[in-house]
């Protein structure tokens, strides 16, 4: 049974312990802002590492506090490692998922493949990097959901990351037009309006325009501009789309779209011609016999209104 004063002490040191973890957080959270201004691409390495000295800490005290209140469970535990080794075993094998993304956190904020901030696709999901924690990383997809990934599983999947080394993106942009139209107009007016977009960053030859093929309804142009970042172009890219749209239709020129032509041959032809032309007589025919005036409107056509006297008897 649990003695008073043992029981304050626990409390105490657990106490004491609690207040020593915080106050080491927010002076490393200090010192990370005024370093990370001179090192902003260590952000990811130094947050982890605040993580894992601050958990180390914190278990250290609440192990020392209660061995110290408790010295008895110092030789308790040891016997209990001998003799039981199987539950180590046990042991270590739950918790071996827990280790290696403990082991693939400490790998990530060191080689950093990918950083907080960064904007990265994974698994088909384009998302950014919002924080890397010992188990886990949070991914923030463009929909504003989070993805709660192991570290572990990051290690071992391919990811595209599209801030690392240059965060700049190429803008592709498809368009087709008809063959009647005049090609080199429409070039012209498609790299236009790529100059003119205001996210656009002109370089070499950049923005151009190619043909790409020539496809069944007409030839498909090829539009490539260069934008800051990712999110960036793939606004872009509806931007320009738009744009184009409205001065294609301004200077005549078309964007086809699948047509079928019909070949009938004669002898169907004139099949379908006789029936339609006696489709046309039924319905002549038809139209005739309702304008003829019927029996009832020949019998009435001689009878005459009778007015009726002021005198005469009225029924209702």
Not at 56 to 62: E, T
Not at 128 to 150: K, Q, S
Not at 200 to 212: D, K, R, S, W
């Amino acid at each position: 049974m649990l003695e008073p004063l043992s029981v304050m002490y626990l409390t105490a040191g657990y106490g004491v312990t609690f207040i020593i973890v915080y106050l080491l957080k927010r002076a490393m959270e200090r010192a990370l802002q005024t370093r990370l201004i001179e090192h902003p691409k260590l952000k990811t390495t130094y947050i982890f590492l605040t993580r894992v000295v601050l958990l180390i800490i914190a278990l250290l005290g609440v192990s020392t506090v209660t061995f110290a209140v408790f010295p008895q469970l110092g030789g308790l535990f040891s016997s209990l490692l001998i003799t039981a080794g199987f539950i180590s075993i046990v042991v270590g094998l739950a918790a071996q998922s827990s280790l290696s993304n403990l082991i693939s956190g400490l790998l990530v904020s060191f080689t950093q493949p990918f950083r907080i901030g960064d904007a990265v696709m994974f698994k088909g999901d384009f998302c950014f990097v919002e924080d890397i924690r010992l188990m886990y990383t949070v991914l923030r997809t463009w929909d504003n959901r989070r993805l709660i990934v192991p570290n572990s599983t990051l290690q071992s999947e391919i990811i595209t990351n599209y801030t690392v080394e240059d965060p700049t993106m190429l803008v592709p942009v498809f368009v087709q037009v008809s063959y009647e139209s005049d090609l080199k107009k429409a070039m012209d007016i498609m790299v236009d309006i790529a100059r003119k977009h205001p996210d656009c960053l002109p370089g070499e030859n950049i923005p151009n325009v190619v043909v790409m093929e020539f496809q069944d309804s007409g030839v498909l142009l090829r539009l490539l501009s260069r934008a800051k970042d990712q999110p960036t172009a793939f606004q872009m890219a509806r931007d320009l789309l738009y744009q184009i749209k409205l001065e294609f239709d301004k200077n005549g020129i078309e964007i086809p779209y699948p047509r079928r032509y019909l070949v009938v041959e004669r002898k169907l032809y004139e099949q379908l011609s006789r029936i339609s032309e006696n489709l046309e007589r039924i319905a002549r025919a038809m139209q005739g016999e309702a304008n003829k005036p019927s029996i009832n409107q020949h019998a009435n056509s001689d009878v005459k209104p009778r007015k009726v006297l002021d005198d005469e008897p009225r029924y209702q």
